[in-house]
């Protein structure tokens, strides 16, 4: 694949660069010469570049958030800032994926509010699916099976008779927002469909993101 000038071999080696940059310049005011240059490239294939760059680029910095992780930032020419994701600038997500994560951000205080309410009764447990002891550091919350995640989208949207492709997105454009559904009523049926079908359960992170992961991926 082509970014800017720079041709990589595989999106993967295209992958490994950027992670590369996004060391090089962590800590560091913004990001000069030709790596500003190639980012600048690589922002121009985000899907919602215009939301982005909005009034106009002043330039592009690295942000480190939370466990070191780190991630581009836009600083346009007003000083308003807007991060944005180098993943969806090579992978753009689907239709279905973005329905997803708008989901998932409505019923975030749902989990999190389950999450602390089984912590503040547990001070440790053991995870239903390895058997192995966890605590609050090393869990996730779950939806359990067979009412699932996806499945729980997939039958809201049968009841609410709709599609994800039917469902009308609006694009966050400005920093810590998130975007959401344009039709606002669909949020609040969607967090009261979740409240009263989600079976949530905690597990540890190890059985969440790779023993759970693998089941859903092979059904």
């Known amino acids: ?59 592009i910095k690295v942000q480190e958030i939370e466990k070191g992780y780190l991630r581009f930032l836009a600083v346009r020419i007003d000083s308003s800032i807007r991060d944005f994701s180098w993943r969806n600038c090579i992978s753009p997500k689907s239709q279905r994926s973005q329905v997803m994560s708008i989901c998932r951000s409505v019923v975030e205080p749902q989990i999190i509010n389950f999450r602390n309410d089984f912590w503040r009764n547990h001070k440790t447990a053991d995870c239903p699916i390895t058997g192995e002891p966890m605590t609050i550091r090393d869990s996730d919350v779950d939806h359990a099976p067979p009412n699932t995640f996806a499945v729980l989208v997939d039958k809201w949207l049968a009841v609410i008779r709709s599609d994800f492709e039917l469902i009308e997105i609006e694009y966050r454009s400005g920093y810590k927002e998130r975007s959401m559904f344009a039709e606002r009523w669909l949020e609040g049926d969607w967090s ?28």
Request: glycine share 6%; net charge positive.
């Open 192 to 219: 009261e469909y979740h409240m009263q079908l989600a079976e949530l359960r905690v597990v540890s992170r190890t059985a969440n993101r790779s023993i759970l992961r693998r089941r859903v991926t092979h059904v």
């Open 1 to 59: 694949m082509k970014i800017g000038d720079k041709e990589f071999p595989t999106k993967a080696s295209a992958e490994t660069f950027i992670r590369e940059l996004l060391s090089k310049w962590k800590g560091q005011p913004y990001i000069g010469g030709d790596d500003a240059k190639f980012v600048e490239s690589l922002l121009a294939l985000h899907p919602r570049q215009h939301l982005i760059i909005h009034c106009g680029l002043k330039h």
